[in-house]
């Protein structure tokens, strides 16, 4: 079976070697075009530009990355219902056009309430993905519809809606969605074409897909999976292991608690936080080379759980 080889670009150096987050940063023009190239270089097939309510703007990082990159695509993060979907289509199949058909869009809702606060969004965490399945009932008219057409719903409300721009993809950009909560689940199987996961045990993962791609069968679809892995490569499996606790050690340093700030005790909100923060009940190591202690100690944050070893073990466990 074919894969994708997908790779994260920054946009501005990390502050130390145990960041576990490189989205936010500021951003540093020269960083992103030689991190790009760099992915580019090694045969990576794609890069994400994450998203969160502080960081650069990733439509404008992925023209930047386009324009400096000849055939590596984008996959960008994309968070509904701060502007119009009407606009935002427009502004996908504009930017498709402009990096000549290499753009994917992850459309990512949002599973932290303080993080959707900052830019002015109160509501709660459901209500954001019947929002997000709205969005996107919208965006796909724009993107399908010949003629313009109406749409009322309870988020959004259009009249006459349509789109002088379509993308180079037909018949749209290829959507990927992240979330597995209860509420996240029935919108992706409903839209998604390709379905984000964390990395997590092969049985907990082969138990979320089959889940998955049931409810996407109700809908007469069939769902492609992203599994997201922080590798930590050594050229022994011994140097491997002492790397990862190097960045272990660095996480834990920065963590509150490290700091004298009291942890509240609560469990993340987000359910795939959730999910990656228990993975430590089952062991430090898990199949052959999973080890979660890093996710354990970010509470789950970003992708945080690493296949650790030697590049072949690494390749093997993949």
Not at 2 to 22: F, K, Q, S
Not at 223 to 244: H, V, Y
Request: aromatic share 6%.
């Amino acid at each position: 079976m074919p894969i994708n080889i997908l790779g994260m670009i920054g946009v501005a150096p990390p502050d130390d070697a145990a960041t576990v987050h490189i989205i936010g940063g500021g951003i540093d023009r020269d960083y992103i075009v030689r991190f790009s190239q760099a992915h580019e270089r090694s045969g990576f097939d794609a890069v994400l530009i994450g998203h969160s309510s502080s960081s650069a703007d990733g439509f404008l990082i992925a023209q930047h990355v386009g324009h400096h990159t000849e055939h590596l695509k984008i996959l960008l993060a994309h968070r509904p219902g701060f502007i119009a979907p009407t606009q935002a289509a427009r502004k996908v199949a504009t930017l498709d056009n402009l990096i000549d058909g290499r753009l994917w869009l992850h459309i990512i809702t949002g599973g932290v309430d303080a993080d959707q606060r900052r830019d002015g969004d109160f509501l709660s965490h459901d209500e954001r993905y019947a929002r997000t399945d709205e969005y996107l009932q919208v965006m796909k008219g724009v993107w399908s519809q010949e003629e313009p057409f109406n749409y009322e719903g309870h988020y959004y409300r259009c009249s006459k809606a349509s789109s002088e721009v379509q993308s180079i993809q037909r018949p749209h950009v290829p959507l990927w969605f992240g979330g597995v909560s209860e509420a996240a689940i029935p919108v992706g199987a409903k839209h998604a074409d390709t379905y984000a996961l964390f990395g997590e045990p092969r049985s907990q993962v082969t138990e979320l897909m089959a889940l998955l791609q049931h409810r996407a069968a109700t809908n007469d679809r069939k769902l492609s999976f992203n599994l997201s892995f922080r590798p930590i490569l050594g050229d022994t499996e011994g140097a491997a292991w002492d790397k990862a606790r190097s960045i272990l050690a660095g996480v834990e340093a920065s963590s509150p608690k490290s700091r004298g700030i009291s942890a509240s005790g609560k469990e993340p909100e987000a359910e795939t936080a959730r999910r990656l923060t228990r993975l430590i009940e089952g062991g430090e190591i898990q199949d052959e080379c999973l080890w979660v202690p890093i996710a354990a100690a970010a509470q789950g944050s970003g992708n945080t759980t690493a296949l650790v070893g030697t590049p072949d073990q690494v390749a093997e466990a993949i």
